[in-house]
């Protein structure tokens, strides 16, 4: 088993460009997340998914769209990436603690740089 | 607004030591309390957990102490070792939401 595989692991836009992360998990896991990692700020999240077809906002949605495109997948989209947005992104999956199973599985994480 | 506060930013112990991270909380609502441990260039990783019903956990060198009435926990490790140098974020999460709030981080490093 892969995990949570996320792609691509490093990117260099600049300002105003759009740009889409990759997230996939072959655990069959029903939630999905995505945070972004800055210093000194911990983990924040971004979106999250409870199923196929859901989505919810986190703590910092405000720039990001997301997809769940069916229970493997969950993508992150900048529209107009921002100097802002220059964070390392890591996308999460649970089973979910209401199902017993809280544990969240991080990918390697993308690393990206805004100009 | 930060809801999960974690002290300290940084901590230097030596071989054989005991590091202490603290986290303090605002929110009663919160249920669950994961550790989690991270690597330079990975992805974070559960360490351990507990829940508001135990005051301790131990797994292996590693121990969750749990306040519920002063609303803080911490992570213990005892006989700290250099390849426990890492980042550790405290994290809650409410009321069955599937929604964790973490911590700053701390990062540990143990020296030989």
């Known amino acids: 088993n892969a995990g949570v595989t996320q792609t691509p692991k490093f990117q260099v836009l600049k300002t105003g460009q759009s740009m889409t992360l990759q997230c996939a998990q072959d655990m069959n896991h029903n939630s999905m997340y995505w945070y972004r990692q800055d210093p000194g700020m911990g983990l924040r999240l971004i979106y999250y998914?409870?199923?196929?077809?859901?989505?919810d906002k986190g703590e910092v949605p405000n720039g990001y769209n997301v997809s769940r495109l069916n229970k493997r997948e969950f993508s992150l989209r900048l529209e107009s990436a921002a100097p802002s947005q220059t964070s390392v992104y890591f996308c999460?999956?649970?089973?979910?603690?209401?199902?017993?199973?809280?544990?969240?599985?991080f990918g390697p994480g993308t690393r990206l740089l805004v100009l | 607004q930060q809801q999960v506060k974690q002290s300290p930013q940084s901590l230097i112990v030596q071989k054989g030591g005991i590091s202490i991270i603290n986290c303090a909380y605002e929110?009663?609502?919160?249920?669950?309390f994961p550790w989690y441990q991270q690597f330079p260039g990975k992805g974070p990783a559960l360490l351990i957990a507990?829940?508001?019903?135990?005051s301790e956990k131990k797994e292996g060198r590693f121990t969750i102490s749990f306040n519920k009435s002063a609303k803080q926990f911490s992570l213990h490790i005892m006989d700290s070792q250099p390849g426990d140098s890492a980042t550790y974020f405290c994290?809650?999460?409410?009321?069955?939401?599937?929604?964790?709030?973490f911590g700053t981080g701390t990062r540990l490093q143990v020296f030989p």
């Open positions: 929110n009663t609502a919160f249920d669950y």
């Open positions: 994290a809650a999460e409410k009321d069955n939401t599937d929604k964790l709030i």
């Open positions: 998914s409870a199923s196929e077809g859901t989505t």
């Open positions: 507990i829940r508001p019903d135990v």
């Open positions: 999460a999956s649970s089973e979910g603690v209401r199902r017993g199973a809280p544990t969240q599985y």
